[in-house]
């Protein structure tokens, strides 16, 4: 029977771990070799530490470098894998490491930590490396790495390749060879296509596609996934102001962001961080209880808005039967709303924000006409009572028209301001709807409770 993958992973785990027990480091490092670039992450973090201390001093630096460069945990638990080994080796698989990701590690350390490293090591790294951690967090040049292929536009085709031959081991991605001037400005692109079909003496000027698309240093990550998304690009190549070529970010990274982006966006909408999938029942409720109990007071205080009303249910005990129906269907609708508005402006759609507010309006519209008609009906053949029916059913169309327009215009100005509109909290906006359905419902209720009481 074939296994799955976490029992694959623990199976290796048992037999390397079995190696090292026994002393046979050869077999050891065969059977590590045999892995994915991934696997070999995954299964390295999850050898028992003492196993570990044997493995990194059997293991050359590529090979730990290409352990650390793809570790899928947090940055701060690779960094305490890299302090169980001297700080010179540590420095050493820094080095080897591709930058971006050995930028992301030394950004996780404090400040003494990465003060120890670089002591270590030598000066051009040094260099290379700190232009990296100065681009603040979530931008194209906090994603780029500096390993890339660029030549000069007059040199050959045939010298092109070497090159492309001697850095494929050093070089994040080889699918781009960017062409750049004597300045490091960025001319064009020529793929590896292209240099395998083309003459060996014919000169990359010729074949260089000269509207290159590139992003700037500064711009945020999810509006460069959006550019690699849209144009299909395996890497795309950043620069600055001045057009000189810096770095690129490749696809890998980019998938991450997406990833990223996407559990930060569930986050807001759920009020919970739903990062960490392998969170114990005992953690997970811990983080939980803060909003949930925020929540529970502001649930409390559509408890007192009810309240305000309780002359009016003496009159009218059924109307107490629709609280639920009224407050719970434009909570819905809110949320509804909500993720698509968050949803538009995450994609950066190149629609107004007046245009989407209407189109949202009119969406808002069809569905309280079909909601409202809906329960007027129904409480028409439940109850026999017009003016109940009337009162009910208009109080749902509007409560889901308010809730709707609510709910989108929190993230639409959030993001007039510049303010990620992810952020917002989809509870809590579930929960402001439920004030303005209730305050709609009992105001219509209290207005028209002549026309329904005593028929």
């Known amino acids: 029977m074939e296994l799955d993958h976490d029992q694959q992973l623990e199976q290796t785990v048992h037999d390397l771990v079995n190696f090292i027990n026994s002393g046979q480091d050869d077999e050891f490092m065969n059977r590590f070799t045999t892995l994915h670039d991934f696997e070999k992450g995954q299964v390295y973090a999850a050898l028992p530490e003492s196993i570990r201390e044997v493995a990194w001093r059997i293991m050359d630096d590529e090979t730990l470098a290409t352990i650390f460069d793809n570790l899928e945990i947090d940055p701060e638990e690779i960094v305490k894998l890299l302090e169980e080994m001297p700080a010179q080796k540590g420095a050493d698989i820094l080095v080897a490491m591709f930058a971006d990701n050995e930028a992301d590690l030394l950004q996780a350390m404090p400040a003494r930590e990465v003060a120890k490293y670089l002591s270590l090591m030598p000066a051009d790294e040094v260099r290379e490396v700190k232009k990296l951690i100065k681009y603040e967090d979530d931008t194209a040049g906090a994603l780029m790495a500096t390993e890339y292929l660029a030549v000069k536009q007059s040199e050959k085709v045939k010298d092109v390749l070497v090159q492309v031959k001697k850095q494929a081991e050093e070089a994040e991605s080889i699918i781009y060879v960017y062409v750049i001037d004597d300045e490091q400005h960025l001319i064009g692109v ?54 000189h070529l810096l770095g690129i970010i490749t696809v890998d990274d980019i998938v991450d962001v997406i990833d990223e982006e996407a559990v930060g966006d569930y986050s807001g909408l759920a009020a919970v961080d739903v990062s960490d999938t392998d969170d114990s029942a005992w953690h997970s409720a811990i983080k939980r209880i803060p909003w949930l109990m925020t929540l529970l007071v502001l649930g409390l205080a559509s408890t007192a808005l009810i309240g305000m009303f309780e002359h009016t249910i003496r ?19 809110g949320t509804q709303s909500l993720a698509l508005a968050i949803r538009h402006f995450g994609n950066g759609s190149d629609r107004s924000g007046w245009k989407n507010l209407i189109s949202e309006f009119i969406s808002a519209i069809v569905l309280a006409v079909t909601a409202g008609v809906i329960l007027f009906v129904v409480t028409i053949l439940w109850q026999g009572n017009n003016g109940l029916a009337v009162a009910v059913g208009l109080s749902l169309g509007l409560s889901i028209l308010a809730s709707s327009l609510l709910a989108h215009l929190v993230p639409a100005i959030m993001n007039r301001f510049d303010i990620d509109p992810a952020v917002v909290n989809g509870p809590l906006v579930a929960t402001v709807c439920d004030w303005a359905s209730i305050l709609i419902y009992f105001s219509i209720a209290t207005a028209m409770l002549g026309q329904f009481v005593g028929k």
Do not use: C, E, W
């Open 190 to 243: 020529v793929s590896l296509r292209d240099l395998l079909t083309h003459p060996d003496d014919m000169t990359i000027d010729s074949i260089t596609n000269t509207r290159v698309i590139s992003v700037k240093a500064d711009s945020d990550q999810k509006d460069v996934a959006q550019v690699v998304a849209d144009y299909n690009f395996f890497s795309i190549p950043v620069t600055d102001s001045d057009h």
């Open 315 to 333: 009159q009218a005990p059924i109307l107490a039967a629709f609280i639920t129906i009224i407050a719970g269907t434009a909570g819905n609708a």
